[in-house]
């Protein structure tokens, strides 16, 4: 997403049009973003086909209001600057790729999480999850994740299964943006599971026992 786009959403925004419809024409739309009028309809019309607005033409003046797409993007945008700006601390966790058994794929796909990881991770995880066995220097790191709040992927019911509910912690494996997913009410065990948009072993080169170093945000 062009960083000007990002700019025509923010200050929709600020006009009050993320919960509601704003009137602005394009020439004052162009006023505010130093931009000519024409350059201002072109924006909105973009903004328009890529589903990051919504548009009611009324008798007098056009009324705009962001989308929940529109306002998501701006919700990632204010998270990537909260990382730089904020981020107070991070854990860098190094484990050796295991194979698993196959249950972080079969939670991974459970409609009901992948529909949360998709809005508070920004990302649809692949199918499946990384293994990362830790050594014992490596395990009190776990218990420092354990406390802190992380992001909360709630459980829920499904055919009289229940499932927990999840902390995700965002993480990058050499600057692949990826999460770390621990069950609120997990036992204790060496392993964390590692999930990303796409498939790390694939797009690392890994496999079993290569050690990677996992620097995860807090």
Known sequence: MHEKQIATLKHIALMGGVHDYIAISSRELGNVLEISQQSASKKIL??????????????????????????DLLRKEYSDYQRIFEMKDHLVIIGSVSSGLGEGQYYVNQEAYAD????KLWFKPFEGTLNLRLAEPELPKLDIMRK????????FEKEGRTFGDVKCFLATIHNMECAVVLPVRSHHTDI?????????RRSLGLKDGDQVELIVSL
């Not at 589903?51 to 989308?67: H, P, S, V």
């Not at 802190?148 to 459980?155: A, D, P, V, W, Y």
């Not at 964390?192 to 790390?200: A, D, S």
């Open 148 to 155: 802190s709040e992380g992001i909360l992927i709630k459980g």
């Open 192 to 200: 964390i599971e590692v999930i990303c948009k796409y498939h790390l």
């Open 46 to 71: 973009e903004l328009l086909g890529d589903g990051l607005i919504e548009r009611d033409l009324g008798a007098r003046r056009q009324r705009i209001k962001l989308t929940d797409k529109g306002f």
């Open 116 to 119: 949360q990881f998709q809005k």
